[in-house]
């Protein structure tokens, strides 16, 4: 796609910055956005403009100024506990800021490509499929949801894909997969729940997906994870594996035993046929993401 210009909200996070260097390198214009100074080197092809997405004067002026043709919004507070401890906040960052966005995006007939979470889901008769009733137990979830409904009752040209436990390369942001790594290296013990259920999504594939929902310019609801239904003690140890280090220093216990102050779905994980349909998506489980 020639002259198409695809502007990305959270460049500064781990999908914002793999995104902000594939689809510049695919010949994309891209304006990379985030609330404060960029974090990450600048790609051929790509701009960054600071913006809050919580401003709706910002978002107003940055979206008049480059006039894109697809918004990708992966700005998000994701710390589920910080989520849980300051509703207001959350609301803001991961719901109302769509608010911001819908005029320009109506009037322009711009198409938006949302990322959202498995935490819109209970948990308690996962993995799921797109149309499976949704039942958040934490705000964080509560926001995600919102967030998609604001979109849908809006009649965007939209696409929405939910995502779960992102994770990258130990070269790439700090994320799960250095989290571990660095604990392990370091001889630190690592308490890790057996008890939840998750289906890890490497950060690469899903840019792929993105890539090609821009392309074949498909929309709806879509799940994007490996596939690979694991426990997080099972996808720690997984990660152990791959580095060489002494999965002895893990232990695994139960959710109750944590103490975490928001409430986690046991079993979030995501069925992804659709996808794998409509983008002949592979995606790669943990191991052979990291190997």
């Known amino acids: 796609m020639l002259d198409y210009t695809v502007l990305i909200t959270g460049a500064n996070g781990l999908l914002g910055r793999v995104l902000s260097s594939i689809l510049s390198d695919c010949g994309f214009s891209v304006i990379s956005t985030g609330k404060g100074a960029a974090f990450f080197k600048g790609h051929r092809g790509c701009i960054y403009e600071q913006m809050d997405v919580t401003v709706q004067q910002n978002v107003e002026y940055v979206l008049s100024k ?3 043709d697809c918004i990708i919004n992966a700005a998000a ?3 589920v506990d910080a989520c849980e401890k300051n509703h207001d906040l959350c609301l803001s960052v991961n719901a109302h800021s769509i608010s911001y966005f819908i005029p320009f995006l109506k009037q322009n007939d711009v198409h938006l490509i949302h990322v959202s979470s498995d935490f819109i889901f209970d948990g308690s008769c996962g993995p799921y499929k ?3 009733p949704c039942n958040p137990i934490n705000y964080y979830g509560v926001s995600k949801l919102e967030a998609e409904k604001l979109i849908i009752n809006n009649n965007l040209k939209y696409t929405i894909l939910r995502t779960s436990l992102l994770f990258g390369k130990i ?8 989290w571990v790594k660095s604990n392990l290296e370091n001889g630190s013990k690592l308490n890790i729940v057996d008890d939840q259920y998750r289906t890890a999504t490497f950060v690469y594939d899903l840019a792929d997906v993105i890539l090609k929902v821009i392309q074949k310019e498909k ?5 994007v994870s490996s596939g ?3 426990s997080i003690y099972q996808i720690v140890c997984n990660i152990a594996k791959c580095y060489g280090l002494d999965a002895s220093m893990i232990n695994r216990i139960k959710s109750k035993e944590l103490n975490q102050f928001a409430r986690r779905p046991l079993n979030s994980g995501l069925l992804i046929k659709k996808a794998i349909k409509d983008f002949n ?9 990291l190997i």
């Open 77 to 79: 507070l994701t710390d």
């Open 130 to 132: 797109e149309d499976d």
């Open 66 to 68: 480059y006039n894109p």
């Open 171 to 178: 070269d790439d942001k700090f994320n799960f997969v250095t």
């Open 219 to 223: 929309y709806g609801v879509y799940h």
């Open 281 to 289: 998506f592979k995606p790669r489980t943990v191991f052979n993401a």
């Open 228 to 230: 690979e239904v694991l």
